[in-house]
Nanobody
Framework: QVQLVESGGGLVQAGGSLRLSCAAS????????MAWFRQAPGKEREFVAA????????YYADSVKGRFTISRDNAKNTVDLQMNSLKPEDTAIYYC?????????????????WGQGTQVTVSS
């Protein structure tokens, strides 16, 4: 049984920073791409960032490019999301996910394990 547990969410003012972390247990994640998605109230879940199995390929949504940085530590079975210059429109529940693939993808259907999410709220 794979478990993903996100942490690091909270309330921050616009322009501030947060660092999200996702810890995997039940299996190693070094053979799979990982990603962060988010879902705001009343909206569909959307792609944020993905990182390939070895960190060699990284892909960001245009809305976060230049502000967010995804990274992973396969030895620790973790993937992080550093979020800088946060905006009110970044407010959402953030989820980490494990892909069936080695390479990065924004396709939500490619991800077969999900965490429970962590709330990020950015005040204006």
């Amino acid at each position: 049984q794979v478990q993903l547990v996100e942490s690091g969410g909270g309330l921050v003012q616009a322009g501030g920073s947060l660092r999200l972390s996702c810890a995997a247990s039940g299996r190693t994640i070094w053979t799979n791409a990982m990603a962060w998605f988010r879902q705001a109230p009343g909206k569909e879940r959307e792609f944020v960032a993905a990182i390939s199995w070895n960190g060699g390929s990284i892909y960001y949504a245009d809305s976060v490019k230049g502000r967010f940085t995804i990274s992973r530590d396969n030895a620790k079975n973790t993937v992080d999301l550093q979020m800088n210059s946060l905006k009110p429109e970044d407010t959402a529940i953030y989820y980490c996910a494990i892909s069936r693939r080695l390479s990065t993808t924004a396709d939500l259907g490619a991800y077969n394990y999900w965490g429970q999410g962590t709330q990020v709220t950015v005040s204006s």
